[in-house]
T-cell receptor, first 117, second 109 residues
Framework: GAVVSQHPSRVICKSGTSVKIECRSL??????MFWYRQFPKQSLMLMAT?????????EQGVEKDKFLINHASLTLSTLTVTSAHPEDSSFYIC?????????????FGQGTRLTVV | QKEVEQDPGPLSVPEGAIVSLNCTYS??????FMWYRQYSRKGPELLMYTYSSGNKEDGRFTAQVDKSSKYISLFIRDSQPSDSATYLCAMKGFNKFYFGSGTKLNVKP
């Protein structure tokens, strides 16, 4: 199956700093990428949909100024958590549907465990 | 009502058992159905993908979709301890994916 690479897998940062998470589709082009947040023992909560060449679409309740998303190319989307707080500590996962497969399957990155201290 | 309902478990079975995992959904427009396996602190891994109603088999895994009942299942035959993970069902609606909450499976040796 298609491969999505997410980096870093784990990051610890101080309160008030910003953290950037990268999501790359390695062997296919992704016009759309999804960013999720996952709390322990819970399912994936969609935060935003990243669209190549246009603004991201944020889900209700997600602060767009805090979670900056940039989809610079057909293979790269980034999520920047700005002015991080301890409550932002979570597991963040990106996924991308394969445009060549009519966007019907979503492939996930390995996830990023963010800890804000 | 949630778009997708899935029993969180945990489900504990002995090695070699047949495992049945299920999800129900409310939106009859869903056409694409997926099952993912997620190990602790890792991203979900796509296991099975089916389109519309019917069965699909891949090794020890069988996915079933019953659109008339809005019910999907994943069967695991000859379960192994390495199958211990959380299993997420997912469906694709218009431009968005909807996930179940995941069922935690523990296969005991």
């Amino acid at each position: 199956g298609a491969v999505v690479s997410q980096h870093p897998s784990r990051v610890i940062c101080k309160s008030g700093t910003s953290v950037k998470i990268e999501c790359r589709s390695l062997d296919f082009q992704a016009t759309t990428m999804f960013w999720y947040r996952q709390f322990p023992k819970q399912s994936l909560m969609l935060m935003a949909t990243s669209n190549e060449g246009s603004k991201a679409t944020y889900e209700q309740g997600v602060e767009k100024d805090k979670f900056l998303i940039n989809h610079a190319s057909l293979t790269l989307s980034t999520l920047t958590v700005t002015s991080a707080h301890p409550e932002d500590s979570s597991f963040y996962i990106c996924s991308a549907p394969d445009r060549g497969q009519a966007n019907t399957e979503a492939f996930f990155g390995q996830g990023t465990r963010l800890t804000v201290v | 009502q949630k778009e997708v309902e899935q029993d969180p478990g945990p489900l504990s079975v002995p090695e070699g058992a047949i495992v049945s995992l299920n999800c129900t959904y409310s939106n009859s427009a869903f056409q694409y159905f997926m099952w993912y396996r997620q190990y602790s602190r890792k991203g979900p891994e796509l296991l099975m993908y089916t389109y519309s109603s019917g069965n699909k088999e891949d090794g020890r895994f069988t996915a079933q979709v019953d659109k008339s009942s809005k019910y999907i299942s994943l069967f695991i035959r000859d379960s192994q301890p390495s199958d211990s993970a959380t299993y997420l069902c997912a469906m694709k609606g218009f431009n968005k994916f909807y996930f179940g909450s995941g069922t935690k499976l523990n296969v005991k040796p």
